[in-house]
């Protein structure tokens, strides 16, 4: 899972410790395993969210694990073209590769550790696929896709495309230097990742080493996340166990702990998370398909509004 990684992590800034009224930690309400599935032309995908109620993910509406799925040559697959409305997709590449394009002409490649993320905003319609050369070759794959919602007020905003390279994420290291964090979107410790947000939100990948522990500040308005890319370990006050493919809700609290179980699997040898977090916005949703709006006449309104092509139209050359 190479993702960005660094050589002397003992050269990064480090996360401070949890202050007196952060040191309440957070409890874990839930922990629940995600289904697989299959997307798009056939990608298999782990649902992380089913069975959560929207308002203990909220302003997340939905997240799938791409793989982790090692592909022969002319296996990969992606999505046909679709259209959005009414919130954000956030792709986060962990291994191989993803290409997109859109009907506004935004698009691009993402690999090992970049972000593709997209504001559908009033109406987009784009394409998720591997590159022929990995079509060709197979290999790795293996991503991330989250949807954030959009404010009422922001339901109808422009859409807008962010290219966000790995190199360009904050990185920063646990106290003893167990935990590796890569800060994507949002402020953690001082720290700002470069994912420009609607909704304030944080996003971070970390590495957890066997046997380490790391508690981090998070804000109290904040919900919290936490959903396992691999390995074994525990989270929250209490420690509760969790391993790959489960996904804990947090209470309320101050901060937030996570720890790596001493004995992890060889093939995947220390815990790697996804920590989610965003101030809820507490307004009615309703996700149907590919839209993500207020009401079901809204819903309705964007199915007409497809077939009419007003949300867009396919690019002449589209994935060139």
Do not use: C
């Amino acid at each position: 899972m190479p993702a960005v990684s660094v050589d002397d992590i003992r050269a990064l800034p480090r996360i401070p410790v949890l202050t007196a009224e952060q040191a309440r930690l957070r409890p874990v309400r839930s922990v629940t395993t995600a289904p697989s599935g299959l997307e798009g032309e056939g990608f298999p995908v782990r649902r992380a969210f089913a069975g959560v109620a929207l308002a203990d993910l909220d302003p997340f509406v939905h997240l799938d694990q791409m793989g982790e799925v090692e592909y022969a040559p002319g296996e990969p697959k992606g999505t046909p073209w679709h259209p959005h409305r009414g919130f954000e997709t956030v792709t986060y590449m962990i291994d191989g590769a993803f290409e997109h394009r859109d009907s506004t002409g935004g698009g691009g490649l993402i690999t090992n550790g970049d972000t593709q993320w997209m504001t559908a905003g009033a109406g987009i319609l784009h394409i998720e696929r591997p590159p022929e050369r990995l079509v060709a070759s197979g290999g790795l794959f293996h991503g991330l896709q989250l949807w954030v919602n959009l404010p009422r007020a922001l339901k109808w905003a422009p859409p807008r495309y962010q290219d966000i390279r790995g190199q360009a994420v904050a990185l920063l290291a646990s106290p003893d230097g167990g935990a590796l964090l890569r800060l994507i979107a949002g402020e953690l410790a001082g720290q700002r990742g470069p994912g420009l947000t609607h909704t304030p939100i944080t996003l971070i990948h970390a590495t957890v080493q066997p046997g380490a522990e790391v508690d981090l500040p998070w804000p109290a308005e904040f919900n919290a996340l936490v959903y396992v890319l691999s390995g074994r370990g525990y989270v929250g006050a209490e420690r509760r166990p969790i391993q790959m493919g489960q996904l804990a809700v947090f209470g309320p609290g101050g901060g937030i702990r996570i720890g790596a179980a001493r004995r992890q699997d060889p093939r995947a040898p220390a815990l790697d998370v996804y920590l989610m977090g965003g101030r809820p916005i507490r307004e009615p949703v309703v996700l149907y398909g590919p839209f993500v709006m207020n009401t079901r006449e809204e819903i309705a309104q964007a199915f007409a509004d497809y077939r009419a092509g007003r949300l867009g139209t396919i690019p002449p050359d589209p994935l060139r």
